[in-house]
């Protein structure tokens, strides 16, 4: 039931851009996106309902195309900040729960 | 506000021993969530609770495990005996409202967001 993210990790120098991309086989209701640093808790970044609705939050964004079952991540002009594993989370149509992906690990260089 | 609080943040224990969890949600949460990650894999749902009622208990591996959330307030989770495969990260989250999809009343989505625990890394040797 969980979606399937990729890549599974990238590594970026500092100020390149991104894209984390979350997909699933069934009918979304919602997503969810969580940033998790190195043995902290998972922190979240945002939820996009379905309709195709962008959000944004700093210099991160993300879509959710309801159609398409997708949803992705987008980081820009990356900080050493954004070091860390992103995780989505997904809500079926008709379903009341959240299920997370494999997350991607995402490492920034000076 | 205090955040999401979980208890302890290890535990190393021997196969056939038992291990009980505690997680404090924010206070007003009536949500509470368990979610088990193994390393390099997903953060597995194990169950939801609506206030003191299971919600959705679906993600349990098996009758070794048993969660519990008396009084609506803190939970516990408990395995007994634990087994290797049980090792991994375990989540507690908590969150305001919960992903009621289908049921026709407008959605405030900030309220659904998971607010998570730091965890606790438990190993089964």
């Known amino acids: 039931q969980q979606p399937v993210q990729s890549p599974q990790a990238v590594i970026l120098r500092e100020g390149e851009d991104a894209v984390i991309n979350c997909s699933s086989s069934?009918?979304?209701?919602?997503v969810h996106w969580y940033r998790q640093k190195h043995g902290e808790a998972p922190v979240f970044l945002m939820i996009?309902?379905?309709?195709?609705e962008q959000k944004g939050h700093e210099k991160i964004s993300a879509s959710f195309n309801e159609k398409k079952q997708q949803s992705s991540l987008y980081l820009t002009a990356s900080q050493l900040s954004y070091s860390g594993t992103y995780f989505c989370?997904?809500?079926?149509?008709?379903?009341?729960?959240?299920?997370f992906g494999t997350g991607t690990r995402l490492t920034v260089i000076p | 506000e205090a955040g999401v609080t979980q208890f302890p943040s290890h535990s190393v224990i021997e196969k056939g021993q038992t291990v009980t969890l505690r997680c404090d949600p924010i206070?007003?949460?009536?949500?509470l969530y368990w979610y088990r990650r193994v390393m390099g894999k997903e953060i597995k749902f194990l169950l939801h609770?609506?206030?003191?009622?299971?919600?959705?208990e679906s993600g349990m591996p098996n009758n070794r495990f048993l969660a519990e959330r008396t009084g609506g307030t803190y939970s516990t989770l408990k395995v007994q005996p634990a087994e290797l495969e049980d090792s991994g990260v375990y989540f507690c989250a908590s969150s305001q409202d919960w992903a009621r999809t289908g049921q026709g009343t407008p959605r405030e989505s900030a309220r659904e967001k998971l607010f998570f625990g730091s965890g606790t890394q438990l190993s089964v040797l």
């Open positions: 206070s007003g949460h009536d949500n």
């Open positions: 989370g997904t809500v079926k149509t008709g379903a009341n729960n959240l299920f």
């Open positions: 609770f609506v206030k003191e009622s299971k919600q959705d």
């Open positions: 996009l309902l379905k309709g195709g």
């Open positions: 069934k009918a979304l209701y919602s």
